[in-house]
């Protein structure tokens, strides 16, 4: 298996539980993660070798979340320490015709602050095959942006492919700042992903609306696709699609473009969902593992996609699922029975 390492902030996550809303919860429930640590996770399960890079100040906390970290395999000795705090955010779980909030609580947290002599990336990348990162990292602050320019270019530099999922986060920055910082991200880019909106949002594309019944238009997703190859030459640019019935009845297919055509992934019904948060996370490391496999794009995008649905099953951040689930799923295994 491949060598492929992700960067980004480990939050800590604090939910309400039972669908409450925080002004009635009195106790909220703990995991840790983040995008980029959450593609780490996935990848980890699906047997590559899987670093994490990040800043976390010297405390208890940060050492619990490192520690869950190890725990699904993920190598956190690149890990970098310092500053005085861990980023939260609290999540208040959605149910039926109200949606999910998020708040975020991360301002001067370790990595916001990191500098570029906290990381040796010549010797983090030594021997990597892959360099994941997201369109949140260069949000959170200017020190953050400045790190992520610095690891693509050295990531370019020592011969590794580059992933971004574009991610774009309103309540962390606008969307001229994501335009500024992003297109020149994407000059260091090879595969693209992210949300159905994320290309037009943070690189300016345009995407004709939908079909009449709310299924994707696919001409006009090729057409952005290829626009967006053209301008920036990526080898692969990818999305998932969701429809929203309510916040906990969604149906979600992918979308691949290898430069050529355009392959579609099959459509899934979730509802109802356990917890959506991670679901684009686990698409993303779902087509990592699938294109560093050298599947097919149909293929990858089919992986993609079922281990996106599969995420949504199970509470937390992260895709605790095995490659031999994602694909008895893609291929039409039913699991509606109990397996003994």
Not at 86 to 115: C, H
Not at 162 to 185: G, H, P, Y
Not at 249 to 256: A, C, H, R, T
């Amino acid at each position: 298996m491949a060598k492929v390492v992700t960067m980004g902030e480990l939050l800590v996550r604090l939910s309400t539980i039972n669908y409450e809303r925080l002004d009635q919860s009195k106790q909220l429930e703990v995991c840790y993660g983040g995008s980029e640590a959450n593609v780490a996770v996935s990848l980890a399960g699906f047997g590559h070798e899987s670093v994490y890079i990040t800043r976390l100040p010297e405390n208890p906390i940060a050492q619990a979340a490192v520690k869950t970290l190890r725990k699904y395999g993920v190598d956190t000795s690149k890990i970098a320490w310092g500053g005085t705090r861990m980023g939260l955010y609290f999540l208040e779980t959605g149910s039926g015709y109200r949606p999910s909030n998020v708040v975020y609580d991360r301002a001067d947290s370790a990595m916001s602050l990191a500098r570029l002599d906290d990381f040796d990336f010549d010797e983090i990348f030594a021997g990597a095959d892959w360099f994941h990162y997201s369109g949140i990292t260069p949000a959170i602050s200017n020190e953050a942006r400045e790190l992520t320019m610095e690891a693509v270019k050295a990531a370019k530099r020592n011969g590794l492919i580059v992933s971004c999922d574009l991610n774009f986060r309103k309540k962390l920055w606008t969307i001229e700042q994501a335009r500024s910082v992003m297109s020149e991200l994407m000059a260091y880019t090879d595969v693209c992903m992210g949300g159905r909106e994320d290309a037009v949002k943070v690189l300016g594309f345009t995407l004709s609306e939908r079909n009449g019944d709310d299924t994707p238009n696919l001409p006009a997703y090729e057409e952005m696709f290829r626009n967006m190859v053209e301008k920036y030459s990526f080898s692969y640019v990818t999305c998932s699609v969701r429809r929203s019935h309510t916040a906990s009845d969604n149906e979600l297919s992918g979308l691949l473009y290898d430069g050529h055509k355009l392959y579609q992934a099959k459509n899934y019904r979730m509802a109802p969902m356990v917890d959506r948060v991670g679901g684009g996370d686990a698409f993303a490391a779902g087509m990592i593992s699938a294109i560093l496999q050298n599947k097919t794009p149909q293929e990858a995008v089919d992986f993609a996609t079922a281990a996106s649905v599969l995420k949504h099953t199970i509470p937390g951040d992260v895709n605790l699922v095995t490659t031999e689930e994602v694909e008895a799923l893609m291929n039409g295994k039913k699991f509606g029975r109990v397996s003994r």
